[in-house]
């Protein structure tokens, strides 16, 4: 399907999705701060999963783990700064701390909401 079938929806393609994988958890604040900073297309949730090397067990009880995956969507040339900025409030300096990672996205479209909302109407 090419964008002349489609005219009016929007075709975006310098954008760029920046994942941050966080064995201790923190993703709420990155999400404050990135929301802080302008940057409302974002999200996180819990998975389980250490990292290689860390036990999955404490006085043989399962380990509850605090392992955190968030997301972010940003332009082009925001990417650099942001990735800097989440790369050392989240300490990635440090061994065992998580992964922080960026991707071309191929295609993406603006979200957009309306002027007015009519709540209980």
Do not use: W
């Not at 802080?36 to 783990?65: M, Q, T």
């Not at 992964?99 to 109407?121: C, D, F, K, Q």
């Amino acid at each position: 399907m090419s964008q002349n079938e489609h005219p009016d929806i929007p075709y975006i393609d310098y954008t760029r999705l920046i994942t941050c994988i966080l064995y201790e958890g923190g993703a709420m604040k990155l999400l404050e701060l990135l929301h802080h900073k302008g940057i409302n297309d974002c999200h996180f949730y819990s998975v389980r999963g250490n990292p290689i090397g860390r036990a999955s067990l404490a006085g043989n009880l399962p380990e509850i783990p605090k392992t955190e995956i968030l997301h972010a969507t940003v332009s082009a040339d925001q990417a650099d700064y942001i990735y800097r900025m989440l790369y050392e409030e989240a300490n990635m300096d440090e061994q065992g701390k998580g992964v922080i990672y960026v991707n071309r996205l191929i295609r993406s479209v603006p979200m957009t909401l309306p002027e007015e909302s009519h709540v209980g109407a």
